[in-house]
């Protein structure tokens, strides 16, 4: 699998903004759909906004819908992800993932990974 290095987290007020990077170690992204995650402490992992490799369309997850922006920069080889109007619930480990689906909606809802990297964390608390 794809493993990705994540970074930009960190402490937050709530409204604020953030911008994650993701970029790969070794490979490049141009033919993977890319996905970014979360998981919340005691919760599952999140698909919450995917960016295809052909069309550059996108899917975000309801909870994050208006309020984030996934973009991809080929060139650069990296993914990023703004995040605007933070809530404490949007509180979590961050990750990249790729996937060979063009779809998606389908690697942010329905594709499964066996392993994760370290990710960012995003601490969003007054």
């Known amino acids: 699998q794809l493993e990705f290095v994540e970074s930009g987290g960190g402490l937050v007020q709530p409204g604020g903004s953030l911008r994650l990077s993701c970029a790969p170690s070794?490979?490049?992204?141009?033919?993977?759909?890319i996905g970014w995650f979360r998981q919340a402490p005691g919760k599952e992992h999140e698909g919450i906004a995917c960016?295809?490799?052909?069309?550059?369309?996108?899917y975000y997850a309801d909870s994050v819908k208006g309020r984030f922006t996934i973009s991809r920069d080929n060139a650069k080889n990296t993914v990023f992800l703004q995040m605007d109007s933070l809530k404490p619930e949007d509180t979590a480990v961050y990750y990249c993932?790729?996937?060979?689906?063009?779809?998606?909606?389908?690697?942010?809802?329905?594709?499964?990974?066996?392993?994760w990297g370290q990710g960012t964390q995003v601490t969003v608390a007054s």
């Open positions: 993932k790729a996937h060979f689906s063009g779809d998606a909606q389908y690697v942010c809802y329905w594709a499964e990974f066996s392993s």
């Open positions: 070794g490979l490049t992204i141009d033919t993977y759909t």
């Open positions: 960016i295809s490799d052909d069309d550059h369309s996108t």
